[in-house]
């Protein structure tokens, strides 16, 4: 079983930057692929970013240029850096896992921007 614990979300003005972080723990031996999806109100989640275990990273097209996304193989951690927030990114933001023990998501943490 894996475990993915978020935080870092917030209410944060436009053209603000916002961290979020997703700590994996649990019985897994291998860590994969790592990334980030978000949900905004009455839409379907989508995907944001990917990175995998080697650190090869890709974006959605809506925040290239504007989020990084990063990993802590050793704290088994990834992390979202966000800049440049507009308020379409609003959202609950997930963090998605893929280990030896199959693809796991977080509970979500919710990023607001707005004036």
């Known amino acids: 079983q894996v475990q993915l614990v978020e935080s870092g979300g917030g209410l944060v003005q436009p053209g603000g930057s916002l961290r979020l972080s997703c700590a994996a723990a649990g019985s897994f031996s291998s860590l994969y692929t790592m990334g980030w999806y978000r949900q905004a109100p009455g839409k379907q989640r989508e995907w944001v970013t990917t990175?995998?275990?080697?650190?090869?990273?890709s974006y959605a097209d809506s925040v290239k240029g504007r989020f990084t996304i990063s990993r802590d193989n050793a704290k088994k951690t990834v992390y979202l850096q966000m800049t440049s927030l507009k308020p379409e990114d609003t959202a609950v933001y997930f963090c998605?896992?893929?280990?030896?023990?199959?693809?796991?998501w977080g509970q979500g943490t919710q990023v607001t921007v707005s004036s």
């Open positions: 990175i995998s275990s080697g650190g090869s990273t």
């Open positions: 998605n896992t893929q280990t030896d023990l199959g693809r796991s």
